[in-house]
């Protein structure tokens, strides 16, 4: 049976964008038009409305951070995505969020998400770009990751530990959690070769100066 397109039908992740506007008020805002562009270097698109006040702060200062919440921030999740901040000017108040700073940018963060990756938008896709003959009701920014902390708490030996994160899904307006792992990638190929490549794929590289320092509440 044929149904109209809808980009909801695709599950996708949960994140907090904090921004900072021209005169330094910072703004957190729920997003979930969000995936990976380009593994190396760390390129990813969010798709944000242009009226909303992250979209403007990016396009002035031409930065942004993107925080992964976990389940324990739901309600936060929902208040910062929710309501504008030309509305609700103490939404960051009202949802309990904690703000605190990149060592290296100063960009604001999320202190408790487990993971927040500073970004650099490096293009901005709307209707010309995007050779539409209508208006978007999204603008794809771009952006490329330049600093990445992660709690202390969610590190293996030499990876991070993502699959055990309770991480929020988003599907079709509704908050889920993400399922039972089923197996990891290449479960098909030679044992061998796969431990050899998942090895390669998840290794951290020795960034450790890159992570929560110890006493934060994310990690």
């Known amino acids: 049976m044929s149904v109209p397109p809808n980009a909801f039908y695709i599950p996708s992740p949960v994140v907090l964008l904090s921004t900072v506007s021209e005169s330094g008020e910072v703004d957190v805002s729920a997003m979930s038009a969000v995936g990976v562009v380009c593994l190396d270097p760390a390129v990813i698109a969010v798709g944000i409305k242009p009226r909303r006040q992250t979209y403007k702060n990016i396009r002035r200062?031409?930065?942004?951070?993107?925080?992964?919440?976990l389940e324990?921030?739901?309600?936060?999740?929902?208040?910062?995505g929710t309501r504008p901040l030309r509305r609700s000017p103490g939404k960051i108040q009202e949802s309990g969020l904690s703000i605190c700073r990149m060592p290296e940018t100063g960009l604001p963060y999320v202190d408790s998400c487990p993971i927040v990756m500073a970004c650099e938008a490096v293009g901005n896709l709307g209707r010309r770009e995007l050779n539409l003959n209508v208006t978007p009701s999204h603008q794809v920014v771009l952006g490329r990751i330049t600093e990445c902390l992660v709690g202390r708490e969610w590190l293996g030996e030499d990876e991070v530990r993502l699959e055990d994160m309770p991480i929020l899904v988003y599907l079709n307006r509704i908050y889920a959690r993400r399922g039972s792992i089923l197996q990891e990638q290449r479960f098909t190929d030679d044992p061998g070769k796969r431990a050899e490549k998942m090895r390669a794929y998840r290794s951290l590289g020795g960034t450790a100066s890159e992570f929560h320092s110890e006493g934060s509440d994310g990690g």
């Not at 200062?61 to 919440?69: A, Q």
Request: aromatic share 12%; no cysteine.
């Open 61 to 69: 200062t031409g930065s942004f951070v993107v925080n992964l919440p």
């Open 72 to 80: 324990t921030d739901l309600w936060a999740t929902d208040v910062t």
